[in-house]
């Protein structure tokens, strides 16, 4: 999520604090809007006291000030499961909005963007977390592109290119179709200087992204999902592995 003076002292209610809810309050902060935080795991709740977020107590006062209600994914807003602050909303009036929603109302103010009559066509999702939900509300915005996703090829799903992308770094796999996912504010020297080699040494592997669609491209199937579950597996048991050796040291 972007930060932007547009969200300036506007009032932001977020459903739950996983990556997604954290990244968005934090931008939000960043962006001198009010922020209210709420999970339903009292020990999340805990984690963020010593924030500069407010936790979210339910009183009227609280809901009369909200201008926006975000949830993360994984918060339901549509039939039985839906949360219980989402069916208040509709009592208060308040508008139940997407991360990517609040993307777009800046892009809409931004008068650069007008000017130049550039048009949004694809998305990477606030720490790599989304649902249907999120899904519906690319749609709705025109966006039919998103890199992101651990699969070892262009798939579709609900009508939606996802091109798979590699996390924090290159590396050179023997096969699939892979974007590069690079967070520039916490890259070293060192970083820097390995990307590059690994760009001049593997240089004749990059392809432009127009040469995706001369790629046989299926609907997401059992395979890619498979796939899916197992790279996440391994990411895990690795940070898990690190985690443990950090201790040991």
Known sequence: MITSNYFSNKTFLILGMGKTGTSL??????SHANVLYWDDNPQVRIKFKKSNLKEFSNTKKQWQAIDYIVPSPGISIYGSLQHKFIGLSRKYNKKVVSELDLFQDVISQDNRINKNNIKITSYTFPAHSFNFDSLS???KNNINIVYDG????PVIIKNILFV???LWRPRLVPFGTWTICLHPNNLKKSDIENLSKFISKNYKKFITFNDIFELKINKVNLVDMLFSYLFALLIKFKRKLKKNKLVEC
């Open 25 to 30: 309050s934090n931008a939000l902060n960043k």
């Open 137 to 139: 509300a690319l749609k």
């Open 150 to 153: 651990l699969f070892f090829r």
């Open 164 to 166: 798979p992308q590699q």
